[in-house]
């Protein structure tokens, strides 16, 4: 015989973390829009001045607003279906394929980059340096004022916080364009002082290739958490330590995986020669941090097989 029990815990700081994930779906719609303005203005800027650096930077912009604006409706999506029974282990994967799906998007943009530069490269054009300059400034600075929206995120919400990986990784997402931006000032303000108009494509497909790496380190982090990939060995390392803290019960099968950004499920077979039920082993997992969906099997062990554990 053996006992089976399923607890879905909740952290304590539930209605911290809900207001933080309000907080920063404010903070993520304000950057959009302000991500979104600009890029219309680096696009029809890039056109009419001939800066492939400039156009990269306006369209990579575009590709972060677009992935800002995924995250922005995953925060709707999750909020509004938050207490839906649809979804039995809640709407924790909203964001992670909000974040799958834009770096699909954010591929396509990257590959679209990298071909109109190379284009650029071997059929040159005129540019207009210094209207470039200016309209890749003003970039720069929207980047900045993005920046100071979201920047101090996660420092003040108490022992239970959760971070946010969602609005981190769209966080990063205002960095590298920021990165872009400075690449393609640089291109431009060397091509207009040194002569090197090569610069400009090239930065363009600096820009895209950044873009595709971003986008293809995101694609395997969301991918394995929407395919239940494996937690950390980690995780695994501290639910051992914890069950088999007693010398006596022996985890026999482990399964962890994450349900999104930071909640863990977790299907545990335990065997004891002593008398326990699963109770007493979801007490012992309490401090495990994400560790929220918990199901336990326990399992006698057979006296003959004591001696030998």
């Known amino acids: 015989m053996h006992d089976i029990d399923h607890q879905q815990a909740t952290c304590s700081h539930t209605h911290g973390i809900q207001a933080e994930e309000h907080g920063n779906e404010n903070k993520t719609f304000r950057v959009v829009i302000l991500t979104l303005g600009t890029m219309l203005i680096e696009v029809a800027a890039g056109y009419l001045t001939g800066s492939m650096a400039l156009l990269a930077d306006g369209w990579h912009m575009g ?9 922005w409706l995953a925060y709707i999506l999750a909020r509004k279906h938050a207490h839906s029974r649809i979804f039995s282990f809640g709407t924790g994967k909203f964001g992670i394929l909000a974040g799958y799906t834009s770096a699909l998007f954010l591929c396509v943009a990257a590959v679209s980059m990298l071909y109109q530069s190379v284009e650029r490269l ?3 054009v005129t540019i207009a340096f210094n209207e470039a300059i200016a309209v890749a400034v003003l970039g720069l600075i929207v980047n900045a ?5 979201m920047h101090g995120h996660g420092h003040d919400h108490g022992h239970c916080h959760q971070h946010d990986h969602s609005f981190r990784a769209a966080y990063l997402h205002v960095i590298a364009d920021a990165m ?12 207009k002082y040194l002569g090197w108009a090569f610069l400009d494509p090239v930065m363009g497909m600096v820009g895209g290739l950044l873009i595709l790496r971003w986008a293809w ?3 395997g982090q969301t991918g394995r958490i929407l395919l239940d990939g494996r937690a950390p060995d980690e995780i695994y390392g501290q639910i051992r330590m914890a069950l088999e803290s007693d010398n006596d019960s022996r985890v026999i099968d482990l399964r962890v995986w994450y349900l999104g950004s930071h909640d863990l499920a977790a299907m545990i077979a335990v065997e004891s ?4 039920i699963p109770g007493d082993y979801r007490q012992r997992l309490e401090n495990i941090h994400g560790l929220h969906h918990i199901t336990v099997e ?3 062990r057979d006296r ?4 030998a554990v």
């Open 63 to 71: 590709t972060h607003a677009f992935a800002l604006g995924i995250t």
């Open 122 to 124: 071997l059929f040159p």
């Open 145 to 149: 004022a993005s920046i100071a929206i």
């Open 180 to 191: 872009t931006s400075v690449l393609a000032i640089a291109a431009l303000l060397t091509g």
């Open 217 to 219: 380190i995101l694609i």
């Open 273 to 276: 020669g002593e008398a326990r």
């Open 298 to 300: 326990v399992h006698p």
């Open 304 to 307: 003959d097989n004591q001696s």
